[in-house]
């Protein structure tokens, strides 16, 4: 199985701030990466696949990037509703599987 | 408006069976892949099992030989057959439309709770 770790698993920032999420893929995924989105007690909502086409209706302040094993999720002006945490998974192969997690607090 | 929602979570003993439901709206599950997700409590994603829009499936070490993923064309919807449940099955299972790429759209979730 391929294993997919994040960093950090939590940070905090401010409303306006620039923020970046890595996430590493234990083999070469090619751009199979999608990105999500889930806030407390909802279903996560798909932000990114393709490790950086952006989902339908998706704010252009999110933005993803990279190929084969590292890749990163950047929220270039941080707003009080991206607020959540935000897992990466990848779609090389079956089964699959998510990053930990990364939580995005308020300073 | 594409749509899922699920059904069938509750509680129950530890060996014993439950069947989720997920009814789509706004497409055709027979023509796309359908994944079955699932969140235990206040930690990260598990993808549990796939089916195919030819109708082979694939599951999750952990699940496979007790869950079993099937679809009704007529109705719409998918279904997951859980048998010989643990306690380490209790979670909120989302089942989601798997367009290989990503998954892009989720049902809201159905809580399963194995327990004695």
């Known amino acids: 199985d391929i294993q997919m770790t994040q960093s950090p698993s939590s940070v905090s920032a401010s409303v306006g701030d620039r923020v970046t999420i890595t996430c590493r893929a234990s083999?070469?995924?090619?751009?199979?990466l999608a990105w999500y989105q889930q806030k407390p007690g909802k279903a996560p909502q798909l932000l990114i696949f393709?490790?950086?086409s952006l989902q339908t209706g998706v704010p252009s302040r999110f933005s993803g990037s990279g190929s084969g094993t590292d890749f990163t999720l950047t929220i270039s002006s941080l707003q009080p509703e991206d607020f959540a945490t935000y897992y990466c998974?990848?779609?090389?192969?079956?089964?699959?599987?998510f990053g930990q997690g990364t939580k995005l607090e308020i300073k | 408006e594409v749509h899922l929602v699920e059904s069938g979570g509750g509680l129950i003993q530890p060996g014993g069976s439950l069947r989720l439901s997920c009814a789509a709206s706004?497409?055709?599950?027979?023509?796309?892949?359908m994944s079955w997700v699932r969140q235990t409590p206040g930690k990260g994603l598990e993808w549990v099992s796939v089916?195919?829009?030819?109708?082979?499936?694939y599951y999750a070490d952990s699940v496979r030989g007790r869950f079993t993923m099937s679809r009704d064309n007529s109705k719409n919807t998918v279904f997951l057959q859980m048998n010989s449940l643990r306690v380490e099955d209790t979670a909120v299972y989302y089942c989601?439309?798997?367009?290989?790429?990503?998954?892009?759209?989720w049902g809201q979730g159905t809580t399963v709770t194995v327990s004695s």
């Open positions: 989601a439309r798997d367009m290989y790429t990503a998954m892009d759209v």
């Open positions: 706004g497409f055709t599950v027979s023509s796309l892949y």
């Open positions: 089916l195919y829009s030819g109708g082979s499936t």
């Open positions: 083999q070469g995924i090619s751009t199979w």
């Open positions: 393709d490790a950086s």
């Open positions: 998974q990848q779609a090389h192969s079956f089964p699959r599987t």
